[in-house]
């Protein structure tokens, strides 16, 4: 009895996560949130998706010149999203402090 509610719940969540993993959007389509929802305004969605205006493809495109960064995750992190991201850092940042401090602690 033990081990079955743990299994119970490991089923379910199993389950879950299968179902949501099967309603992603393929890899590369243009219909996807990433390509077609983050638009600028005065250009329409299918204008976008045809010509790959949208400013996902943006930052992909232009991101590690625009910003001088290594690679495009930093760019898009630190330079285009930087107040979006400042408090994700931050709990990042204090996650890897605390990491440290809990195990350099035994070392007295």
């Given at each position: 009895?033990?081990?079955?509610?743990?299994?119970?719940f490991?089923?379910?969540?199993?389950?879950?996560?299968?179902?949501?993993v099967?309603?992603?959007?393929?890899?590369g389509?243009?219909?996807?949130?990433?390509?077609?929802?983050?638009?600028?305004p005065?250009?329409?969605?299918?204008?976008?998706?045809?010509k790959?205006e949208?400013?996902?493809?943006?930052?992909?495109?232009?991101?590690?010149?625009?910003?001088?960064?290594?690679?495009?995750?930093?760019?898009?992190?630190?330079?285009?999203?930087?107040?979006?991201?400042?408090?994700?850092?931050?709990?990042?940042?204090?996650?890897?402090?605390?990491?440290l401090?809990?195990?350099?602690?035994?070392?007295?």
């Open positions: 009895m033990r081990r079955f509610v743990p299994m119970v490991f089923c379910i969540f199993g389950i879950i996560m299968i179902a949501a099967m309603t992603l959007a393929p890899v389509d243009p219909h996807q949130p990433g390509y077609s929802e983050f638009v600028p005065h250009i329409s969605k299918e204008d976008a998706i045809k790959g949208s400013v996902a493809l943006h930052y992909n495109r232009h991101g590690a010149h625009e910003t001088g960064a290594l690679d495009i995750i930093t760019s898009t992190i630190f330079d285009y999203r930087g107040y979006d991201t400042l408090f994700e850092t931050t709990v990042l940042f204090t996650a890897l402090i605390s990491v401090s809990i195990l350099g602690a035994g070392k007295e």
